[in-house]
């Protein structure tokens, strides 16, 4: 069973940074897509950053130069580094990965994440 866990959320004032980490259990792939999504209050959850085994990234615009997205194979372990941070980036974090199917390409679509962490929660005060 694939388990993801979330941790680094907490509160921040605006401009100020965090880091979150995700550590993955029971995943044996060797092509995926991991990803972050955030759900702000009263708004739909939304693709913040994702990468694949070979670490091709890509990033919503909201958050393209100030947040950063890797991976430690090692460890087992994603990160998200935020820098700059806004109040309307506060939301609950999630970590989320499926395995890539030959030929694909990863996504922002929701729906196409199979495993998800339970979440950590920022909050950018102004």
């Known amino acids: 069973q694939v388990q993801l866990m979330e941790s680094g959320g907490g509160s921040v004032q605006a401009g100020g940074s965090l880091k979150l980490s995700c550590a993955a259990s029971g995943y044996t792939s060797d092509r995926y897509c991991m990803a972050w999504f955030r759900q702000a209050l009263g708004k739909e959850r939304e693709g913040v950053a994702r990468?694949?085994?070979?670490?091709?990234?890509s990033y919503a615009v909201s958050v393209k130069g100030r947040f950063t997205i890797s991976k430690d194979n090692a460890k087992n372990t994603l990160y998200l580094q935020m820098n700059s941070l806004k109040p309307e980036d506060t939301a609950m974090y999630y970590c989320?990965?499926?395995?890539?199917?030959?030929?694909?390409?990863?996504?922002?679509?929701?729906?196409?994440?199979?495993?998800w962490g339970q979440g950590t929660q920022v909050t950018v005060s102004s």
């Open positions: 989320a990965a499926v395995n890539r199917p030959y030929g694909t390409m990863c996504s922002f679509l929701l729906r196409s994440y199979l495993y």
């Open positions: 990468i694949n085994e070979y670490g091709t990234t």
